[in-house]
């Protein structure tokens, strides 16, 4: 038997030689994908099937150098409901964020018996096993950003979902409860009982921070980077990914670097160019982008209006896991 031989031998029996090179994973590559084909896909299959019928109406994105999914470990889609549709109550273990594209007054998300308002810009987490639906009572559509550790979760098969008893849970708290429950001055007498609790980041707050921060220095890779921190722990928006909001000002270019962890992007305004190793990813508002774990990247307001990226990363999941690492130019 000679060593091809042996080869095949051992992959009848599902095993394999060390000397038998073949790649441990996919591999996930930079990419950018038109915000205008996302939404022109939305609104068709608004036409052609129901949020009853869809379970939820989203478009994911697929990474070119994966068989499914953006990342390994950040699901990214984008979801629609229209008016009068209810996106019926369910909770996993996968943790989700909402960034709101389109958003109308009268349309909520509702997590563990809060009704959260969906206004552009707006940030709202439904944590790890937290119970959540959609309903849109305005005359509008509503739209927003899905990102979800779901592909993170589905490695370690631990992704587990349970339906709700009815298609919506009942709103149990008064409006503003969380925005309230952790604002500067706390309730001494209510024990917050997740890792992070659903929580709501109102667009109007974020960008005055990001108005008062603009003559600041910035950090030298990302300009004026702002982290949505656990209003709880004080830490990364959840534990196993966090979500920023950056400002480019016009014509900032930044220093390139990289790090063990991925970024999905989304365009929230303006336009700019992201260099990803040998990659120029050209983005203008409401594009969405990846860059990848470990390759080098710097980014570009390449006019003379502020830009806005919104970020999801993953890297407090390899920060736990001591995975972290991170190389700058020169370093
Ligand atoms: C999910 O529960 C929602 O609740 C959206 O709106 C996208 C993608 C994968 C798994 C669960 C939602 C999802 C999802």
Redesign the pocket.
């Given at each position: 038997m000679d060593l091809q031989g042996l080869n095949q031998w051992l992959a009848e029996r599902n095993l394999k030689g060390h000397w038998d090179h073949q790649p441990w994973s996919q591999t996930v590559r930079p990419h950018l994908w038109k915000g205008r084909d996302i939404l022109e896909g939305l609104n068709r299959a608004g036409e052609l099937i129901t949020t009853e019928e869809a379970?939820?109406r989203?478009i994911?994105l697929k990474n070119p150098g994966l068989a499914a999914g953006m990342t390994n470990t950040i699901?990214l889609?984008v979801?629609l409901v229209k008016p009068g549709e209810i996106?019926a109550a369910?909770r996993?273990t996968?943790a989700?964020i909402?960034f709101v594209i389109k958003g109308t007054p009268n349309a909520y998300?509702i997590v563990e018996g809060e009704r959260f308002p969906m206004r552009e810009g707006d940030l709202i987490t439904?944590p790890n096993w937290t119970w959540?639906?959609?309903f849109n009572g305005s005359d509008e559509p509503v739209m927003w950003l899905?990102g979800?550790d779901?592909r993170l979760v589905t490695h370690f098969g631990a992704m587990i979902?349970e339906n709700f008893k009815r298609d919506q849970q009942p709103v149990e708290k008064p409006d503003d409860y969380s925005s309230k429950v952790f604002s500067h001055a706390r309730p001494r007498w209510i024990k917050n009982s997740f890792a992070a609790p659903p929580y709501r980041y109102p667009w109007e707050e974020t960008n005055a921070s990001l108005e008062a921060l603009k003559e600041s220095a910035g950090d030298p890779f990302d300009g004026i980077l702002l982290e949505y921190a656990n209003p709880h722990t004080g830490g990364p928006t959840l534990p196993t990914f966090s979500c920023m909001i950056q400002l480019l000002r016009p014509h900032e270019k930044t220093q390139s670097h990289r790090h063990t962890s991925a970024t999905v992007y989304h365009a929230f305004r303006g336009s700019g160019l992201t260099k990803v190793s040998a990659n120029d990813l050209a983005w203008e508002s409401s594009d969405i982008f990846v860059v990848p774990s470990w390759q080098w990247h710097s980014h570009e307001n390449t006019t003379d209006e502020d830009a806005i990226l919104f970020s999801i990363t993953d890297r407090p999941a390899t920060e736990a896991l001591g995975l972290y690492r991170e190389q700058t130019e020169g370093a």
């Open positions: 379970g939820r989203t994911q699901h889609s979801q996106a369910h996993h996968a989700a909402r998300t439904t959540h639906d959609h899905d979800l779901v979902q």
